[in-house]
């Protein structure tokens, strides 16, 4: 196991460099790039000037030069203030040597300086992280948490009045969007129409650092009650119903008859024999699940709560053209799902010792 997982961490580099060029790529013809978007409101008006907007070249940020400065003086302005803004992002210098600089200073962890909020990309991937790490990780704690014992009980009571009524309390959660639960949620218990029990926004309260450590404890689960609700309503449904019908799979095989007619118990057949390969399945599924809760799947509901992390970042960053903060949280997110794919192989292996990867072809 030791040699796959060394061979699995020396692909990781590899992996990386090989999404980071594709992303540069189709970066190079994607329209309205940040100096267009500078032009275009200086010259309508909503903005009357760029001074405050801190130069991209000397991070090495790869992007797309945009039309070039014939077609970007069209837009009135002086052709030498369109030059300095494209040596200011540093879009004078040819594709294959940003790249080049862009791949040299991500080795160093260096990011580059957001165009737009004229911060290092990395002070704010710091600073939104935690915000993404709270939401997935109490998320997909409390999912699979729910998920699994309810799976197996539905499975062994199949066809149940218990079964039946899960089944229906499910299927109402899984088609009920997590952004439209949040809404009603907010409704019912944030001030809505009804009750006012639970804070609009933010992670912390704003007097957080003048509590005792128990009332910052209490004062973060409150805080973080209705999102991490809204985004557990959709994840449970979807691995509960993946668990029973893989404990269903596994209970009909014929390896579980037999050892039911020499005298086995039902508590030993479940979880000694059937509970380990029925759980393959929802392993394989885990760095898939991760991801997408932790940044995929919190992006409405950091919206809809006003909670500063990651996939409202990147949200921004694709609307504003930001593409420091763009890469940057594109090399997080790829890193760390081949981290999880790895961790994911490896509980694979911990659950059943059988797999053995450095055998497989």
Not at 150 to 158: E, T
Request: some cysteine.
């Amino acid at each position: 196991m030791g040699v796959y997982i060394l061979k699995r961490l020396l692909l990781i580099l590899p992996t990386l460099l090989g999404i980071i060029l594709i992303n540069f790529i189709v970066v190079q013809f994607a329209p309205g790039g940040p100096v267009e978007q500078i032009i275009a409101q200086a010259t309508t008006g909503t903005a009357s000037t760029t001074a405050g907007i801190s130069g991209g070249g000397d991070s090495g940020i790869a992007t797309k030069a945009g039309s070039g400065g014939d077609t970007l003086a069209s837009y009135g302005l002086d052709p030498e203030l369109v030059a300095d803004l494209e040596r200011q992002f540093g879009f004078d210098k040819p594709a294959h040597e940003r790249f080049f600089i862009m791949i040299v200073n991500y080795l160093q962890l260096d990011f580059g300086v957001s165009y737009f909020q004229d911060r290092p990309v990395i002070e704010l991937i710091v600073e939104r992280m935690p915000v993404s790490i709270s939401l997935g990780l109490w998320s997909l704690l409390i999912i699979y948490s729910i998920s699994i014992p309810l799976g197996v009980a539905k499975a062994v009571r199949d066809g149940s009045r218990f079964d039946i009524w899960t089944s229906s309390i499910i299927f109402v959660g899984y088609a009920i969007p997590g952004f439209l639960f949040a809404i009603l949620l907010i409704v019912l218990f944030a001030g809505g129409n009804y009750f006012d029990l639970f804070p609009l926004r933010g992670l912390v309260s704003d007097n957080w650092d003048q509590l005792g450590l128990v009332d910052k404890v209490l004062d973060y689960f409150w805080h973080l009650a209705l999102p991490v609700s809204a985004l557990t309503i959709g994840g449970f449904a979807t691995l509960t119903m993946l668990t029973k019908n893989s404990f269903l799979e596994e209970i009909s095989k014929q390896f579980v008859l037999t050892a039911r007619a020499k005298g086995a118990t039902e508590k030993r057949l479940l979880y000694g024999h059937v509970f380990r390969n029925a759980m393959l399945i929802v392993i394989a599924g885990f760095p898939t699940a991760f991801i997408g809760i932790f940044f995929t799947g919190s992006l409405l509901i950091e919206v809809i709560f006003s909670l500063d992390g990651m996939g409202l970042l990147s949200y921004d960053a694709v609307v504003k053209r930001d593409y420091p903060i763009l890469f940057g949280t594109m090399f997080c997110l790829t890193l760390i799902a081949l981290v999880m794919h790895l961790v994911g192989d490896i509980v694979y292996v911990l659950v059943d010792p059988r797999i053995d990867f450095e055998t497989r072809d």
